[in-house]
């Protein structure tokens, strides 16, 4: 059977955008600056919101009453499983900055290795803590969130809370609270 | 547990994930993501193949008509499994004699009839714009190469060869070329296997001097549980190619996952392994005086077309060397006037 641009979402849904090119329209951006926070690579991020889409486009999900969500919480799993792959990688990569390169300026170096800081900490979080923080952090508010992540809204001030002291706890633990 | 976050934690954290934002100047591309988005939904839908090659039309035709069918549309409904291929295994045989039957994609003569030809692709403006529209940074070579500017040519929607399985069809093929203990599972009748690749750029260097043809790794996507060894060593002893020999190549393609590209068996052409930096490479090189000389095609299109084609076809002067080769994330076929030339400019690609 063809599948076409339609998704094959319940239609009894209200206001829901079924149409790809709408959902893409309303969706694709956000979701790859939300990405590029966890890969901190352009070509990353829009591979992986890509890939939340065709995902959204292969197995459509049944509840569709929340699609922007399931869009986030996807790109979000792909992209934190990447960036757990990629703490293997950093090691290496540290020996890669003593030995070669060409010097950058002191700030962007300092800049990059707190970006690699934070998103080291984000790995290592409960992928719905990282979750919680990354799409604060994007400007969602607590209902959005709630939606976002399929969370009771009346718990995310708390569960936000416990994120936030997860992540601080992880990260003065590691590089000290200065950092 | 403290529900209420300490105000002091709470910009603490902030300030630290504030620095994860994407840069403001930066815009993801929607459209471009949206169009890669129908690409790799027509290659999900085989009936929209690309019309440029002609047997593939073909195929796409008779795709047609056998989804109409419940019976064989069931059996293309199974969970497909994909596996991407960064080698490709030369192999000479009789594969003329697969077309329509076996997905063997091959480099042999064959002129399209008129209306084949897909319409030509601009040159791209510069390196980035090749880059950006590919959705990978092509890489070239820095030593070898002539001294000039390659003009670059991007394809940025997916090739797709892809062909519906026909049991019987397989049989007969098998037994016109003397085979007759390859037994075919029959649940392969009416499933799509295809091979794709996403997008690939080509950079060509004073006409008929140097042609570098990248694109990203080869696709393959057949139904869940389908025994690949068997399908390739089915299609080479089909090719003429003894079993010892089918079977030995099928599996180290099933290790190693590679596309098959078949040469037809009369074609004079030289095939040996070549160590580069980056890993083993298939040097192909034409045998004999070559009659040819004209200039090398520019267009993409018929680039690709020659590729997987004619590209050794004399009369249209085409390279007299091609080596063939894949790292992670790409694959490679270089054309050049010798392999040496070849060789120098291959390891220089990084």
């Known amino acids: 059977m063809e599948r076409s641009n339609q998704l094959s979402l319940p239609t009894s849904m209200p206001n829901v955008a079924c149409d790809l090119d709408a959902l893409f329209a309303a969706y694709y951006r956000r979701l790859t600056?939300?990405?590029?926070?966890?890969?901190?690579?352009?070509?990353?991020?829009?591979?992986?919101?890509?890939e939340a889409f065709w995902r959204l486009y292969d197995k459509a999900p049944r509840d569709a009453t929340n699609i922007e969500g399931w869009l986030y919480r996807t790109g979000l799993h792909l992209s934190l499983d990447?960036?757990?792959?990629?703490?293997?990688?950093?090691?290496?990569?540290?020996?890669?900055?003593?030995?070669?390169?060409?010097?950058?300026?002191?700030?962007?170096?300092?800049?990059?290795?707190?970006?690699?800081?934070?998103?080291?900490?984000?790995?290592?979080?409960?992928?719905?803590?990282?979750?919680?923080l990354l799409l604060r952090s994007e400007g969602l508010s607590y209902a959005e969130l709630a939606a976002a992540l399929n969370l009771n809204p009346a718990s995310v001030g708390a569960l936000l809370a416990r994120a936030g002291q997860a992540f601080k706890k992880e990260y003065v633990k590691r590089y000290g609270e200065q950092d | 547990m403290e529900n209420k976050i300490n105000p002091d934690t709470e910009r603490w954290v902030e300030e630290r994930m504030a620095s994860l934002a994407a840069p403001d100047d930066w815009e993801p591309d929607a459209s471009l993501a949206r169009m890669r988005l129908n690409g790799r939904m027509s290659a999900r839908r085989p009936t929209f193949a690309r019309v440029w090659l002609l047997r593939v039309a073909i195929v796409a035709l008779v795709l047609v008509m056998i989804f109409a069918i419940p019976t064989t549309r069931a059996l293309t409904q199974q969970l497909w499994w994909w596996v991407t291929m960064q080698k490709v295994e030369v192999v000479q045989g009789d594969f003329q004699k697969l077309d329509g039957i076996w997905l063997v994609p091959q480099m042999r003569e064959k002129k399209l009839k008129e209306g084949d030809e897909a319409p030509p692709m601009p040159p791209a403006v510069d390196f980035t714009e090749a880059a950006r529209s590919a959705g990978f940074t092509p890489r070239l070579p820095r030593e070898g190469a002539p001294p000039v500017d390659p003009v670059l040519r991007v394809l940025p929607g997916p090739m797709v060869w892809s062909t519906t399985l026909n049991v019987a069809k397989m049989e007969e093929s098998l037994r016109q070329a003397g085979v007759t203990d390859q037994p075919i599972p029959k649940e392969w009748d009416g499933v799509v296997f295809s091979l794709t690749v996403r997008s690939a750029v080509s950079s060509s260097w004073n006409p008929g001097e140097m042609f570098l043809f990248q694109h990203t790794p080869i696709a393959l996507s057949a139904p869940a549980g389908f025994d690949i060894t068997v399908y390739w060593m089915a299609a080479l002893r089909a090719a003429g190619i003894p079993r010892e020999q089918a079977q030995r190549l099928a599996e180290r393609m099933r290790a190693t996952p590679a596309m098959l590209l078949g040469i037809a068996a009369d074609n004079k052409k030289s095939i040996r392994e070549v160590n580069l930096r980056s890993?083993?490479?298939?040097?192909?090189?034409?045998?004999?005086?070559?009659?040819?000389?004209?200039?090398?095609?520019?267009d993409v299109w018929e680039s690709i077309r020659r590729f997987f084609v004619d590209i050794f076809d004399e009369r249209k002067g085409g390279g007299n060397v091609l080596l063939i080769w894949g790292v992670e994330d790409r694959v490679y076929h270089l054309s050049a006037k010798s392999a040496e030339q070849a060789i120098i400019a291959a390891n220089s690609i990084e």
């Not at chain 2, 890993?279 to 520019?298: H, M, N, S, V």
């Open chain 1, 33 to 50: 600056r939300l990405l590029y926070r966890v890969t901190g690579d352009t070509a990353r991020a829009e591979e992986f919101a890509a």
């Open chain 1, 82 to 132: 990447y960036l757990k792959k990629e703490r293997r990688r950093a090691r290496y990569e540290a020996l890669t900055f003593l030995f070669g390169g060409a010097p950058n300026p002191h700030q962007a170096i300092e800049q990059q290795e707190k970006q690699a800081r934070v998103r080291q900490v984000l790995a290592s979080l409960k992928p719905v803590q990282a979750a919680m």
């Open chain 2, 279 to 298: 890993g083993p490479a298939t040097l192909i090189e034409t045998r004999g005086e070559r009659r040819g000389g004209g200039p090398y095609p520019t």
